[in-house]
T-cell receptor
Framework: AQSVTQPDIHITVSEGASLELRCNYS??????LFWYVQSPGQGLQLLLK??????LVQGIKGFEAEFKRSQSSFNLRKPSVHWSDAAEYFC???????????????FGTGTQLKVEL | AAGVIQSPRHLIKEKRETATLKCYPI?????VYWYQQGPGQDPQFLIS???????DKGSIPDRFSAQQFSDYHSELNMSSLELGDSALYFC??????????????FGPGTRLTVT
C-alpha cells in the first residue's frame, strides 16, 4: 500500500525567506509524485509532478521539488516566499500510471504554511 | 481553459436524508475520481470510473453509490446521511488513454453539511 508522510503540520516563514516542505513516501514500485496547494475553502491546485526523468522538477508559482529515491523523499522548495503563498500544501503519491482509472492518489496530512509580513 | 465543474457547491442536509453530488469532467477526459476531505483532514479516495465503468474503490460506505454516464459526467449518491458525512467532496478528472502521462485535475469541491 502506498502512503505519504508530511512531518510538519504547521510552518511559519517570513515573507522573502526560503521555504522547504518535507514529504516522504512509501510505495513498492515507481512512484508518481505530486504537490497540491489548497487555499481556504478552495479546491486543490496542482503545483508540480514527478513521473520520471530529471529529479528536480519545476512547477508553477516559482515552486520546485526534488525527488530523492534513496531517501524516499519529494521535498517542495521555494527560494523566496510571498504572502500569497500562505495555504495548505499536500504531497500525494499515485501508482505508476496506467490506463484504466486505477491511479488513485494517496495524500499526506498536509502542511499549513503561514507567512509573516 | 475548461475546468472540472461540481454542483452544487454547497449542500445542507439533515440526518437520514439523501444527497446527490454531480461532477462534470474536463472535455475529453475519460476518468473520474471522487475524494472526501473531512474537516482538517487530507483527501481520501472514494471511488473511480474509467469509460463509464467502475475502476477502483476505496473507503466508500455502502450507503454511497456512484456512476459515470455516457457523457462522462458522474454522480455520487449518498443515502441515510450521518453527521460524519459532513465534508468537502472533490471530483477529479483525467485523460487516461494509454501511452500518455496524465494528472488529475480537481474541481472546486462540494461542501456537504449534515445537521
Amino acid at each position: 500500500a502506498q502512503s505519504v508522510t508530511q512531518p510538519d503540520i504547521h510552518i511559519t516563514v517570513s515573507e522573502g525567506a526560503s521555504l522547504e516542505l518535507r514529504c516522504n513516501y512509501s510505495y513498492g514500485a515507481t512512484p508518481y509524485l505530486f504537490w497540491y496547494v489548497q487555499s481556504p475553502g478552495q479546491g486543490l491546485q496542482l503545483l508540480l509532478k514527478y513521473f520520471s526523468g530529471d529529479t528536480l522538477v519545476q512547477g508553477i508559482k516559482g515552486f520546485e521539488a526534488e525527488f530523492k529515491r534513496s531517501q524516499s523523499s519529494f521535498n517542495l522548495r521555494k527560494p523566496s516566499v510571498h504572502w500569497s503563498d500562505a495555504a495548505e500544501y499536500f504531497c500525494a503519491v499515485g501508482a505508476y500510471p496506467f490506463t484504466g482509472g486505477g491511479n488513485k492518489l494517496t495524500f499526506g496530512t498536509g502542511t499549513q504554511l503561514k507567512v509573516e509580513l | 481553459a475548461a475546468g472540472v465543474i461540481q454542483s452544487p457547491r454547497h449542500l445542507i442536509k439533515e440526518k437520514r436524508e439523501t444527497a446527490t453530488l454531480k461532477c462534470y469532467p474536463i472535455p475529453r477526459h475519460d476518468t473520474v475520481y471522487w475524494y472526501q476531505q473531512g474537516p482538517g483532514q487530507d483527501p481520501q479516495f472514494l471511488i473511480s470510473f474509467y469509460e463509464k465503468m467502475q475502476s477502483d474503490k476505496g473507503s466508500i460506505p455502502d450507503r454511497f453509490s456512484a456512476q459515470q454516464f455516457s457523457d462522462y459526467h458522474s454522480e455520487l449518491n449518498m443515502s441515510s446521511l450521518e453527521l460524519g458525512d459532513s465534508a468537502l467532496y472533490f471530483c477529479a478528472s483525467s485523460h487516461e488513454t494509454s501511452g500518455r502521462e496524465y494528472e488529475q485535475y480537481f474541481g472546486p469541491g462540494t461542501r456537504l453539511t449534515v445537521t
